[in-house]
């Protein structure tokens, strides 16, 4: 389950995927085997995938318990391929982050 405090330390990775029409649900499951690959890297905390409602976006919003594990998830999706991969699917904007500020009720 995603973690979404301040200041945890706890880096996130948000990447906004522009696909071509009819290429979202094929994007999505191909994000979802790299969230598999990803799962067994130790420091990797959790993936979420989100749809646009107009079917031309997909966010992957992935997370891992610091930059070091970021690092090891990234050389792990690499060495098998899935970074480049997805590329087929539509362009990718990522972009790494921490959380500064929440609000809830």
């Known amino acids: 389950m995603p ?3 301040a200041h945890t330390g706890i880096i996130t990775q ?3 995927f522009t ?3 009819g290429r979202q649900d ?3 499951a191909y994000l979802g085997e790299a969230a598999r690959v990803a799962s067994e890297v130790p ?3 959790s993936a ?3 749809k646009s409602l107009d079917g031309t976006r997909v966010v992957n919003y992935a997370q891992c318990e610091d930059r070091e594990a970021m690092g090891r998830v990234f050389q792990r999706l690499n060495a098998a391929g899935m970074i480049d991969g997805n590329k ?3 362009e990718a904007n990522p972009g790494l982050y921490d959380v500064v500020f929440t609000l809830e009720r």
């Open 14 to 16: 948000i990447n906004v």
């Open 26 to 28: 094929a994007l999505i």
């Open 48 to 50: 979420s995938l989100h």
């Open 3 to 5: 973690i979404i405090r």
């Open 19 to 21: 696909v071509p029409e």
């Open 43 to 45: 420091g990797w905390l």
């Open 88 to 90: 087929a699917y539509g």
